[in-house]
């Protein structure tokens, strides 16, 4: 019992001294990033793909932010108060390592010999399957429409459940004053309700 005592004492008194390092998050505001604009959506028929036109004045000051971001990249990262490489593999390496000797005393209790462990393996083993079977179909995507930027985005009944969109655009620059965005026209096709 003392030494349970003594060991979570110790760990306690370690990891006070590996959160002292850490920073007191910034309070001081921010100016504002980004460049204020008008955004003209387009439906065109004759367009084979989703194209995004932004005037190069923007771009200009798109640039000039970009540059100014990278000055201060350095600072940014140390504010943040960020988890670095080391930090990721040193804790994956005790993470696997305290997997492997929790396994190794699970088994080495002699408890799984009992009618009971078995059944306690046997049920741990289709949880993990269940488990991973949910995670393989919980990942399944939106319909093809949701995955391609079309004019079918402005179809209440398709884009209501997902409300996000993805898919390939080109991007170019013009000399107009603001941000135009072309979506190809897609004919609505009948569903089977119809």
């Known amino acids: 019992m003392r030494r349970n005592f003594y060991c979570t004492m110790l760990v306690l008194l370690v990891s006070a001294a590996a959160f ?94 009992t009618k009971a462990g078995k059944a306690l393996i046997a049920m741990a083993v289709v949880a993990g399957i269940g488990s991973a079977v949910t995670l393989v179909f919980a990942n399944a995507g939106p319909p093809p429409e949701a995955r391609s930027i079309t004019s079918r985005l402005f179809d209440k009944n398709l884009f209501f459940p997902y409300r996000f969109a993805s898919g390939k655009i080109k991007i170019e620059t013009s000399d107009k004053n603001f941000v135009q965005l072309i979506v190809p026209e897609v004919s609505a096709t009948p569903s089977a309700k119809e």
Do not use: Y
């Open 20 to 113: 002292a390092d850490i920073p007191r998050p910034d309070k001081s505001p921010k100016p504002q990033s980004g460049v204020p604009s008008t955004l003209e959506i387009k439906l065109d028929p004759n367009a084979k793909e989703a194209t995004l036109i932004i005037p190069k004045s923007q771009v200009k000051q798109l640039r000039a932010e970009l540059d100014a971001l990278d000055d201060d990249s350095g600072n940014t990262a140390a504010a943040t108060g960020g988890i670095s490489r080391i930090q990721t593999i040193v804790s994956g390496a005790f993470l696997s390592l305290a997997f492997v000797f929790g396994g190794m005393w699970f088994v080495r209790s002699g408890r799984s010999a």
